[in-house]
């Protein structure tokens, strides 16, 4: 099918950016590092069950659990639990606009970490627009400096910043162990590094399963935690890791339009304007693989 590709890649950023917005209304009332603990929970088992569906190796070796650890702790655990907490401070379209600063901060960390790559003088400038646009969603004004809407930029920057550092370490530990088995792993592994640090939070271990926490526990796990999953471990065959982080681009926009329409939230212009310094920052980043991609 000729459009199955750029439909996928669509339907990926639409079911990934209106993760934002369930989050956002199920931390209002749930535990935000319990909140992701459970949903790692539910996730992990079902990835892991497509994983034997589909007779993909599932069991590591000794030489696997490197990986698995590294993106359990940093991809799921800690990216998720400041993700979640972060979300409670700010709207859905500034959260998936810093998120996006992702891909370019993983370049930075895979030069620092990883010899073989290279950043070079407009990387580097590509990564200083990447700063720029999250200082500029933060407010750059001096008296909004210490309100929780900042608090939570920052929160969910030091979550990029843990996916990148994640993203690297499992990199460079990569083995032959199936994707799909991959994922389900770090987040089996995961999922009890964000209960413990829920239980040493002092967060309540007991939920108000409201219907708005219920459906958006419903919508995570299965349709962003499953669905989505396979359609990105789909893409990733299709169009490879590098061009697959494009699809962060599209996540402010489906996290603003539902975020604007489900729960009310505003779309202010520094969001805008911070969105578009980071697309530009990507660009520069990844200039050399985006070249690729037009003229293939």
């Given amino acids: 099918m000729r459009y199955r590709t750029p439909l996928l890649f669509v339907l990926v950023g639409a079911i990934w950016g209106t993760t934002f917005p369930a989050v956002r209304a199920a931390v209002d009332v749930v535990p935000p590092v319990l909140f992701a603990a459970l949903r790692f929970d539910a996730t992990a088992l079902l990835i892991l069950g497509y994983a034997a569906v589909r007779g993909y190796r599932i069991r590591p070796t000794r030489g696997e659990w490197a990986s698995i650890l590294a993106g359990g702790v940093f991809l799921i655990a800690l990216h998720h639990a400041l993700l979640f907490a972060g979300q409670q401070y700010v709207t859905s379209a500034v959260a998936a606009v810093v998120v996006a600063t992702v891909p370019i901060l993983t370049a930075a960390l895979s030069r620092l970490l990883l010899p073989s790559t290279a950043l070079g003088v407009v990387g580097v400038f590509g990564l200083g627009l990447g700063f720029l646009g999250t200082a500029i969603v933060a407010n750059p004004d001096p008296a909004a400096l210490y309100t929780a809407e900042s608090l939570g930029v920052v929160l969910i920057f030091a979550a990029a910043i843990a996916f990148a550092l994640g ?29 413990a640090a829920s239980l040493s939070l002092g967060e309540p271990q007991s939920v108000d399963w409201t219907p708005a926490a219920l459906l958006a526990l419903v ?59 980071v697309a530009v920052g990507f660009g520069l980043v990844k200039r050399r693989a985006l070249a690729r991609l037009i003229d293939f």
Wanted: no cysteine; net charge negative; charged share 10%.
């Fill in 167 to 195: 993203a690297v370490l499992t990199q460079r530990t990569r083995t032959e162990l199936p994707v799909a088995s991959l994922q389900g792993w770090m987040m089996l592994a995961g999922a009890p590094v964000l209960h």
């Fill in 219 to 277: 919508y995570l796990v299965p349709i962003a935690g499953g669905l989505g999953y396979l359609l990105y471990f789909d893409l990733l065959d299709r169009i490879g890791s590098v061009e697959i982080n494009l699809v962060s681009y599209l996540l402010p926009v489906f996290a603003a339009l539902v975020g604007w329409l489900a729960l009310d939230e505003g779309l202010e212009s520094t969001t805008i304007v911070g969105f578009l310094v």
